[in-house]
């Protein structure tokens, strides 16, 4: 089949080459601008190498993007990460429309941190969906949809990378397949069951250390490795990644108040909090690298006792 990608960075690229390996023709690609001072996109790099042709329109709203995407008819059109906006009637030109992937079960979770918000809530389970666009934000008819557990001590980029990014390449093919094929058949998502979470960044990202140790863990590790939950040590921003949650039966069991370091490890430290005590083992001061825990703390003369997020 011809295929037209709009997309971006690593899921866009790996979406062309999984069509290109079976044979099928890239008929070209639509990316968003480049950003002045921004790394070269994966997927921009992967069709340039390709002799395929790119287009980074401003919009996709314009005659002309239409205009370029009849010119390369193709049967079906395949959305692999994309953060411009696709009109519907952009969206109709291909033969057989085109298929927009997103990292949650539609109609839950719509909106750009759709695999951050389940683990920070604390669910047990996510997955993808394949659906058709409209000028509604992650609204369309859904195609194809795959499920995969969230284990209690799965991060962000554990549920990304090892499952719903691979899960997600096959269910574009597969859905594809279906739908040049006659073969799909199209849910209308529930409203009732919608609902829509904004972008998880930095506001969002940020511990308090008065909330339970249940909530605290689950920021962390939905937001690693990005944004990145965050504390404060003397004012300046301190990320905290690859936790561990040591849960208590009382509040009397907890040593220190909430946010106190009770423990300097090797290499990790253990923060005191509501109902447990959070592990750190790895942390990014503003301005800095990745080191591990203890490091820091010796690095910024912590000792136990010190309290996170003053």
């Known amino acids: 089949?011809?295929?037209?990608?709009?997309?971006?960075?690593?899921?866009?690229?790996?979406?062309?080459?999984?069509?290109?390996?079976?044979?099928?023709?890239?008929?070209?690609?639509?990316?968003?601008?480049?950003?002045a001072g921004g790394p070269a996109d994966p997927l921009v790099q992967a069709s340039e190498e390709r002799g395929i042709p790119v287009f980074r329109l401003p919009s996709l709203k314009t005659e002309e993007a239409r205009q370029v995407l009849r010119s390369l008819d193709a049967d079906v059109g395949i959305m692999a990460y994309v953060l411009q906006f696709v009109p519907q009637d952009f969206a109709s030109v291909p033969r057989h429309?085109?298929?927009?992937?997103?990292?949650?079960?539609?109609?839950?979770?719509?909106?750009?941190?759709?695999?951050?918000?389940?683990?920070?809530?604390?669910?047990t389970q996510t997955g993808l969906t394949i659906f058709r666009p409209t000028d509604g934000l992650d609204e369309g008819p859904i195609v194809l949809q795959k499920t995969t557990p969230i284990g209690p001590d799965d991060t962000l980029g554990k549920v990304y990378f090892d499952r719903i990014f691979p899960m997600g390449i096959a269910a574009l093919l597969e859905a594809a397949d279906l739908v040049v094929a006659g073969r799909a058949t199209e849910v209308v998502q529930d409203e009732s069951l919608a609902s829509y979470e904004g972008w998880c960044r930095a506001a969002e990202a940020r511990v308090s250390w008065h909330a339970h140790a249940d909530q605290i863990y689950n920021l962390i590790r939905g937001c690693d490795p990005a944004p990145g939950a965050w504390t404060t040590v003397a004012g300046r921003k301190l990320q905290l990644f690859?936790?561990?949650?040591?849960?208590?039966?009382?509040?009397g069991q907890v040593r220190g108040a909430s946010g106190a370091i009770t423990a300097i490890n090797e290499k990790s430290i253990v923060v005191a909090a509501q109902g447990g005590q959070i592990e750190i083992q790895t942390v990014r001061p503003e301005d800095g690298k990745k080191m591990s825990a203890a490091q820091f703390c010796a690095q910024a003369g912590l000792i136990i006792g010190a309290v996170l997020g003053g």
């Not at 866009?12 to 480049?34: H, M, N, Q, W, Y």
């Not at 429309?97 to 669910?123: A, D, V």
């Not at 690859?242 to 509040?251: G, I, Q, Y």
Request: hydrophobic share 45%; net charge positive.
């Open 97 to 123: 429309g085109m298929l927009g992937f997103h990292p949650s079960l539609l109609p839950c979770y719509r909106g750009p941190s759709s695999i951050n918000w389940p683990i920070i809530l604390g669910r």
């Open 1 to 35: 089949m011809r295929v037209a990608i709009v997309g971006q960075k690593d899921f866009g690229k790996a979406s062309l080459e999984a069509f290109a390996a079976r044979g099928d023709t890239i008929a070209g690609v639509f990316c968003a601008p480049e950003k």
């Open 242 to 251: 690859s936790a561990a949650k040591h849960p208590v039966r009382s509040f």
